[in-house]
C-alpha cells in the first residue's frame, strides 16, 4: 500500500539556520502531496502542497518540491525561526477518494 | 468562517465504557474524515463519511463506528473502550470527496483509564 517517510527527529536548530526534513513516498498512482504542522496542543493545519510533478508548494517561507524521479518531497526553509517549533507531517492522498496517508512525523525545535 | 469545530477537547473514560465525539466541519463542507493520533503508530485514518454515508473505513476494529447527520456535522463512537484507545482524535473537512485540502479540527484528547 502507499506509505510515507520522514526522517527521524528530533530536529534541534538555531534560529535563523537552513531546514531541510527529508520526505519520500511510495504510491501505486500518482498522489498529491502535502506538508502539514502541528503546534502543541492543536490539530493539523496544511503548510503546502503539491499536485504534480515538479510542481513546488511554498507558503510561510517554507518550501518543498515534488520530485517524481526521487519519490521525494523535501521540506525546506532558508532561515527558522523560534515560532516554527513544531511537529511536521508529510502525507500524500492518491487520486481520487482516497485518504491522507502521513508519515511518522518530525519534532523541530529552534533556539534563540 | 469558523473553523472546524470538535468536542469536547478532553474526556476521561473508564475501560469498558463507550464514548461518542463530535465534529461540526466548516460551513459548506460536506466531506468529514477522522483520524486517530498516538505516539506509537502515528496519525491512522479511521472513517470518511459524505452524503451521510460512510465512503471510506480503515482498519480499526467494530468497536470504532462514526455517522454523519444531514447537516454534515459527524460523531464518532468508541464501544467497550481499552487503554490503547487512548490518543488524539482529529476531525477532517474537505469542500466535497476527492478535494485535495483537508482542514483539522483542534482534536479530542481522550484517555482511557
Known amino acids: 500500500g502507499d506509505s510515507v517517510t520522514q526522517m527521524e527527529g528530533p530536529v534541534t536548530l538555531s534560529e535563523e539556520a537552513f531546514l531541510t526534513i527529508n520526505c519520500t513516498y511510495t504510491a501505486t498512482g500518482y498522489p498529491s502531496l502535502f506538508w502539514y504542522v502541528q503546534y502543541p496542543g492543536e490539530g493539523l493545519q496544511l503548510l503546502l502542497k503539491a499536485t504534480k510533478a515538479d510542481d513546488k508548494g511554498s507558503n510561510k517561507g517554507f518550501e518543498a518540491t515534488y520530485r517524481k524521479e526521487t519519490t521525494s518531497f523535501h521540506l525546506e526553509k532558508g532561515s527558522v525561526q523560534v515560532s516554527d517549533s513544531a511537529v511536521y507531517f508529510c502525507a500524500l492522498s492518491e487520486r481520487g477518494n482516497t485518504p491522507l496517508v502521513f508519515g511518522k512525523g518530525t519534532r523541530l525545535s529552534v533556539i534563540a | 468562517k469558523a473553523g472546524v469545530t470538535q468536542t469536547p477537547r478532553y474526556l476521561i473514560k473508564t475501560r469498558g465504557q463507550q464514548v461518542t465525539l463530535s465534529c461540526s466541519p466548516i460551513?459548506?463542507?460536506?466531506?468529514v474524515s477522522w483520524y486517530q493520533q498516538t505516539p506509537g503508530q502515528g496519525l491512522q485514518f479511521l472513517f470518511e463519511?459524505?452524503?451521510?454515508?460512510?465512503?471510506n473505513k480503515g482498519n480499526f476494529p467494530g468497536r470504532f463506528s462514526g455517522r454523519q447527520f444531514s447537516n454534515s456535522r459527524s460523531e464518532m463512537n468508541v464501544s467497550t473502550l481499552e487503554l490503547g484507545d487512548s490518543a488524539l482524535y482529529l476531525c477532517?473537512?474537505?469542500?466535497?470527496?476527492?478535494?485535495?485540502?483537508?482542514?483539522f479540527g483542534q482534536g479530542t484528547r481522550l484517555t482511557v483509564v
Open positions: 463519511y459524505f452524503s451521510e454515508t460512510q465512503r
Open positions: 477532517a473537512s474537505s469542500l466535497s470527496r476527492g478535494q485535495t485540502e483537508a482542514f
Open positions: 460551513s459548506g463542507h460536506r466531506s
